[in-house]
């Protein structure tokens, strides 16, 4: 994850799944478990920022629960930074 603060005072977010990862359907569901956790999680942040999220996991690998509890340390890791 990248991020920096956001110089509009909106947060934004980007959700990256790279090809080689996995098809179509995997990368869709990545973003799609993700988004709202980020979306809802940024309200609570202290100041906005712009995000980029990486996923760099292997669609064998991962499942929806395990990009969930990824995404929370994200989160939590990106909290504390600000």
């Known amino acids: 994850m990248r991020w920096i603060e956001s110089p509009d005072g909106?947060?934004?977010?980007?959700f990256i799944a790279k090809k080689k990862n996995g098809n179509a359907v995997y990368r869709n569901r990545c973003r799609r478990v993700l988004r709202p956790l980020f979306f809802k999680q940024a309200l609570s942040l202290e100041k906005p920022v712009w995000a980029m999220i990486?996923?760099?996991?292997?669609?064998?690998?991962?499942?929806?629960?395990?990009?969930?509890?990824?995404?929370?340390?994200?989160?939590?890791?990106?909290?504390?930074?600000?």
Do not use: Y
């Open 54 to 82: 990486s996923v760099n996991v292997k669609s064998s690998e991962m499942n929806a629960d395990l990009l969930r509890e990824s995404g929370t340390r994200l989160i939590e890791k990106l909290q504390g930074r600000l």
């Open 10 to 14: 909106v947060c934004r977010f980007c």
